[in-house]
């Protein structure tokens, strides 16, 4: 066994590779984004062989892990936040497909808006009624014990139900911690390969349900619900064997009891705020007051029992949530110790505390407090509120906003953005909105677009941040808005990155263009999802190394090629596409003014320079972006009303070499990989040159 | 101990009508901007290559905004008379540190 320093995400990686996944389907969002980098690594360098998915967005990510899961295969996935609500439909049909060999990780982030990014227990949550079971880790070794304790958990006949493992954003994602690295024949030994009950395999027909008669859907789902109960002693049983075979138990499994003897008040939390309890517990131990604390491992299913058996024996829970539920009479965790303890003859008292959400800090003294009130009920019979936040909330809420100041309405944006140096996207973005003029508002995305600055922070003309796969439909409903209320001239501008666009966001693009909305789109395309931190997206180019696409040992780069997006907005028929540069500005504001002149859906797609992400220094953004455009590698041209026209056309294209060879991102190309590359920008510029030949008459 | 407490007054939404830069970004810089007024021309290539809109020209010479500039060097490698050079950002002489 090694004893390894490394990260949650990297811990929970390594028991993904033990568990000898076989299908992984995987979309960054912070902050698990670096659990299915890790992975990449392991499939790219042959120290894991799976099927690796880089999907289009979470709904695709969630299909693809039940469909992959159908065949029998031992399936990964991962998400948190929105990518936890864009897979929803996915999520919720898992447990009823019975998919007990599907593992999701649940790298928790808040949900919902604004948005935020650090722990909060709101996403994973939402999924709390379906069937999944649902294990909370609360530090990097639980994390990975977890992870393959799943898979023994799910796949045992009796429970059959998907697991999802928990594991707090930050907190664990990114933070150090040593771990014991389990041996792969010990983990063999107790993780054996799969049987499934159902698959999908021509050699054997066969099928699911997926569509049931009211009686046939009740009883399905009264199946989950029986074997989510049993599960209880399979966790159990898992746990202890687990020990048997590494040393380590998690309480009886479903919790994990601190201190509890002779406790007049419990603390219950669940995750890794529950070091932070259990030091306050110490604290309060040592001045002779009786605290303990519960920590919940199993959320689902509910360890009833559990509770029922120390509630005999304890004056008062306080039960912390790390999320809320608006306008409920309680907080989540404490509905289910509440509904645990009701129908006791003698019950201890409840407080419900929503706290350590949206990632603001609790830490030991707090629990201590939270502890202490707990104690000054049980003297006083009682708690004065059945649920409070912490800390203590004093939000007063006003109603008139003020105009936007004069000096500020003088200039359309302004610096102060999170981009990093010699961004690209701060530069379109900052070119489109000055030539586009006052009378706009802007759409951002999510992506280095959308959180490095400028919809609320650093624009001077009003803007909102659609979400990622609802960008183009979120600039449509705006338009839409505005035309009801006459105000028919504003200009409707949507900036989303390649990613969101062209992945995630492509059906509502797509569906803007086929209706004709009369909005402008533009993208800046960086190539990859830089804004996670340089993940593929269907714009990076053929070969190009990105986190999800490591240079390793067997597969070095991306495999596929380039998505051709303006070339896939011009094919909607719609009035006006453009390639454009960041280092051709005059050019770049010669669009926009033709885009905006045009009534209908217009769309720019416009190289964006990204240093850290293509990896060169800062100062070459501008130097790079030109090498684009002049090895033909990013060619130049609009399409009008269907006709074809090259803007930009250099006397003879530079070899690719020169552009390629100035990035980080491609410094392990081989010869014969760039006379390839070389080979494909020829023909495809050639394409070009045919298809302005080809409808030049119709200019 | 101190019990914790979040105060604030907010409209509903945080709906805002003043863009607010929110971060200083000039304290990013490891290389400064330096123009040299004798050799600038004033033609502008480095306001519209700045990708924060943190250099203007003012009254025919560029001028940085050194409050923002992250000092990323775009405008002295685009610049066609050669006018601006970075140059090593000197720290601030810091009481008792020895760095």
């Not at chain 1, 949206?358 to 019979?381: H, P, Q, T």
């Not at chain 2, 700045?50 to 405008?75: L, N, Q, R």
């Amino acid at each position: 066994m090694a004893r390894k320093a490394m990260t949650g995400n990297k811990a929970f990686a390594h028991g993904v590779r033990l568990s000898r996944v076989q299908v992984i389907a995987s979309y960054p969002i912070t902050p698990q984004t670096t659990l299915v980098e890790y992975l990449a690594d392991f499939v790219n360098d042959g120290d894991l062989d799976a099927e690796y998915i880089r999907s289009e967005g979470e709904h695709g990510m969630m299909a693809q892990a039940i469909g992959a899961a159908q065949t029998g295969a031992r399936t990964f996935t991962s998400t948190c936040s929105a990518g936890f609500a864009y897979g929803f439909q996915g999520i919720v049909s898992v447990p009823g497909l019975r998919l007990g060999n599907l593992m999701l990780a649940n790298i928790n982030r808040p949900l919902g808006a604004p948005g935020g990014l650090q722990a909060d227990h709101s996403d994973g949550l939402t999924a709390r009624d379906w069937g999944w079971v649902y294990l909370y880790g609360e530090h990097h070794q639980e994390i990975l014990d977890t992870a393959i304790q799943s898979y023994r958990i799910g796949e045992d006949h009796r429970v059959l139900l998907p697991t999802m493992v928990g594991g707090e954003g930050y907190y664990i994602s990114y933070t150090t911690d040593l771990v014991d690295l389990p041996e792969q024949e010990l983990v063999d030994e107790f993780l054996p390969p799969y049987e499934p009950v159902g698959v999908l395999d021509a050699d054997n027909p066969m099928s699911p349900t997926v569509f049931g008669t009211p009686e046939q859907m009740m009883g399905m789902k009264y199946s989950i619900h029986q074997a989510s109960l049993r599960a209880k002693e399979i966790i159990k049983d898992v746990n202890v064997e687990f020990g048997e075979t590494f040393g380590r138990t998690y309480g009886n499994g479903l919790i994990e009891e601190y201190r509890v003897e002779g406790a007049d008040v419990v603390l219950v939390t669940m995750g890794s705020f529950t070091g932070n309890a259990r030091k306050a517990v110490d604290d309060l131990r040592k001045d002779g007051k009786k605290v303990g604390l519960v920590k919940v491992r199993s959320f689902r299913p509910f360890p009833t029992e559990d509770f029922q058996r120390i509630a005999e024996d304890t004056s008062a829970f306080v039960v912390v949530s790390r999320h809320d539920s608006a306008g409920g009479a309680g907080a989540p965790v404490g509905y289910d110790v509440k509904s645990a303890l009701y129908n006791m003859d003698e019950r201890p008292i409840i407080q419900d505390v929503v706290s350590g959400i949206c990632g603001v800090e609790i830490g030991s003294d707090d629990f201590a407090i939270l502890a202490e009130r707990g104690l000054k009920a049980v003297e006083r019979g009682g708690f004065e509120e059945d649920l409070v936040w912490y800390p203590n909330m004093r939000i007063m809420e006003r109603f008139e906003i003020p105009p936007m100041p004069e000096e500020v309405k003088r200039s359309f944006v302004y610096p102060g953005t999170g981009a990093c140096q010699g961004c690209g996207m701060t530069l379109v973005w900052k070119t489109v909105m000055e030539t586009a003029g006052r009378d706009s508002v802007y759409v951002s995305t999510s992506g280095c677009g959308g959180w490095s600055g400028p919809h609320t922070m650093c624009i001077g003309t009003g803007g909102s941040g659609g979400n990622l796969p609802g960008g183009a439909a979120t600039a449509v409903g705006i338009k839409r808005g505005l035309v009801k209320l006459g105000k028919t001239s504003t200009n409707v501008i949507l900036g989303s990155g390649d990613g969101s666009f062209g992945d995630m966001g492509f059906m509502a693009a797509s569906g803007a263009a086929e209706r004709n909305e009369d909005i402008l789109m533009f993208v800046y395309d960086n190539q990859a999802y830089m804004n996670t931190g340089m993940q593929r997206s269907g714009a990076t180019p053929r070969l190009a190394w990105t986190t999800t696409t490591p240079v390793g040992k067997v597969v070095r780069g991306k495999q596929a090629p380039t998505k051709p997006l303006p070339l896939i907005m011009a094919a909607h028929g719609i009035p006006y596409v453009a390639t454009a540069s960041a280092a051709y500005i005059p050019d770049l504001k010669r669009k926009i003014r033709k885009a905006l002149s045009i009534k209908g859906c217009k769309y720019i797609h416009i190289y964006s320079p990204c240093p850290t992400g293509h990896r060169y220094p800062p100062e070459k953004a501008i130097e790079v972006s030109r090498l684009a455009v002049q090895t033909g590698m990013w060619p130049m041209y609009e399409v009008e009303n269907g006709a074809y026209r090259i803007t930009v056309r250099p006397k003879e294209l530079k070899p690719v070499s020169e552009y390629l060879g100035a990035q980080g991102r491609f410094r392990h190309l081989t010869e014969d990989d760039l006379e390839g590359l070389q080979e494909t920008t020829q023909e495809e510029y050639h394409h070009l040159e045919l298809l302005e030949k080809l409808t030049k008459e119709k200019l | 101990m101190r019990e914790k407490e979040i105060e604030m007054e907010l409209v509903p939404g945080g709906w805002v009508s003043t863009p607010r830069a929110a971060q200083k970004t000039g304290t990013w810089r490891t290389l400064r901007p330096v123009v040299d007024v004798e050799g600038c021309i004033g033609c502008g290539i480095c306001e519209s290559f700045c990708p924060e809109a943190t250099i203007k020209v003012v009254d025919g010479k560029a001028e940085v905004d050194y409050d923002y500039c992250k000092g990323c060097g775009v405008c002295a490698n685009e610049c066609t008379s050669r006018a601006i050079t970075m140059e090593l950002e000197v720290e601030e002489e810091s009481e008792g540190g020895d760095s």
